[in-house]
C-alpha cells in the first residue's frame, strides 16, 4: 500500500498502475476515523477494483461556521491499519494547503436536492461536498466510486452531479453498516456519552417499527410512516428531532398529502436526523414499497 500526500503523487502511482494493466480504478473518498463501514466500502471497491484508491481529507468546504471541523476525530495510524488491512493500494492524505493551495473560486452546487433533509439545517454543506469530490474524481480519474447509503442524500445528490456533468465515474452506492444493537456507525458516535448512545438506538428501532407496520398494513401513507417514526423517537428524552421526511429516492420529492406510499412508483427514503447533546445522528431506509407486502 502506497501512502502519497500531494496531487503529484498521487497522480504518478496512479499512472504506475494503469500502465501495469490495474484497471478499472475504485475509489474510496472519505474523512477519515475509519469504521467498519469504510471498511465494507474497501470490501466492495477490492471486488470490482484492480486498484483500490481511498482518500482521508477532512474538508473544511463542508463544515458550517458552527460545526465541528476543528474536533473532527482523526487518527491517521490506526486509519492507515485499517486501510491496509481491507486492501486499498493507495491512500492518498492531503493537506487543506495540498486540496485548497489558493481560496477557492470554483464551486459545484446541485440545486434542488440539496435544500431539504440534511441542506435545510447545513446551509452550504452540500457545495462543500460537491466541490470537494469533484475535484478529488478529477485527481483520481476512478472508473467507480463508493459511497455509504448512510449518507443517502449525498449518494442522490452525487449521482445526480454525475449525471448532470457527463462525468465518466459510476456511483456504487453501499448499505449501511450498523453496530449489533441497530446503531448505524458513524465517525461522529465517538461524541455520545454513554446515556446519549444508549437513547440513540431509538432512531433504528423507529425505523425497524415502521417498516413493521408496514409489512402488517397498520401504515400506508407518508404521514402515518412520519407520526409513527415521531412518536417512537419522542419516547427519549434527550432526543430533539431535527427532521422526520418521507420522499421519493433519488428525486427527494415530497409524497402528495394523503397519498399512499405505494403511489410513488419507485424507491422511497424514510430519513432522520435527531440530536443528541452536541451529537446529529442521521439514519434512513430506502425501499420500494411494492416490496411490502401490505402496500401492493
Ligand atoms: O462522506 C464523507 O465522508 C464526505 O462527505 C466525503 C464524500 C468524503 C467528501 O468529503
Known amino acids: 500500500m502506497r501512502v502519497v500526500r500531494t496531487v503529484k503523487q498521487l497522480r504518478e502511482a496512479l499512472e504506475y498502475m494503469r500502465m501495469g494493466g490495474h484497471t478499472p480504478i475504485g475509489f474510496v473518498p472519505t474523512m477519515g476515523y475509519l469504521h467498519e463501514g469504510h471498511a465494507s466500502l474497501l470490501r466492495r471497491a477490492g471486488e470490482m477494483s484492480s486498484t483500490v484508491v481511498m482518500s482521508i481529507f477532512v474538508n473544511p468546504l463542508q463544515f458550517g461556521p458552527n ?18 488491512r ?12 495540498e486540496m485548497y493551495p489558493e481560496p477557492t473560486r470554483t464551486t459545484v452546487s446541485v440545486s434542488s436536492l440539496t435544500t431539504q433533509l440534511c441542506g435545510a439545517s447545513r446551509p452550504g454543506h452540500f457545495d462543500g461536498v460537491t466541490t470537494v469530490v469533484n475535484k478529488l474524481f478529477n ?28 462525468m465518466n465515474v459510476e456511483i456504487v452506492a453501499c448499505p449501511i453498516v450498523r453496530e449489533d444493537d441497530g446503531l448505524a456507525l458513524s465517525s461522529r458516535n465517538v461524541y455520545l456519552s454513554a446515556e446519549e448512545r444508549s437513547q ?26 412520519r407520526e409513527l417514526i415521531i412518536s417512537v423517537i419522542s419516547a427519549s428524552p434527550l432526543a430533539v428531532i431535527d427532521y422526520v421526511e418521507v420522499l421519493t429516492f433519488p428525486g427527494l420529492e415530497p409524497l402528495a398529502a394523503g397519498s399512499r406510499l405505494n403511489s410513488a412508483g419507485g424507491e422511497i427514503i424514510i430519513a432522520l436526523a435527531v440530536k443528541f447533546g452536541k451529537t446529529r445522528l442521521i439514519d434512513n431506509n430506502v425501499f420500494t414499497p411494492k416490496e411490502v407486502h401490505a402496500l401492493v
Open 67 to 84: 460545526e465541528d471541523f476543528a474536533s473532527y476525530p482523526r487518527d491517521e495510524a490506526r486509519d492507515l491499519e485499517l486501510a491496509e
Open 86 to 97: 481491507e486492501g486499498a493500494d493507495i491512500v492518498f492524505i492531503p493537506g487543506v494547503e
Open 139 to 166: 485527481m483520481v480519474q476512478p472508473d467507480y466510486a463508493f459511497f455509504g447509503l448512510k449518507d443517502a442524500q449525498q449518494v442522490a445528490v452525487l449521482r445526480r452531479m454525475v449525471s448532470d456533468l457527463n
Open 200 to 225: 440513540a438506538l431509538v432512531l433504528s428501532r423507529s425505523l425497524r417499527e415502521v417498516r413493521q407496520a408496514m409489512e402488517e398494513g397498520t401504515v400506508s401513507t407518508a404521514d402515518e410512516a
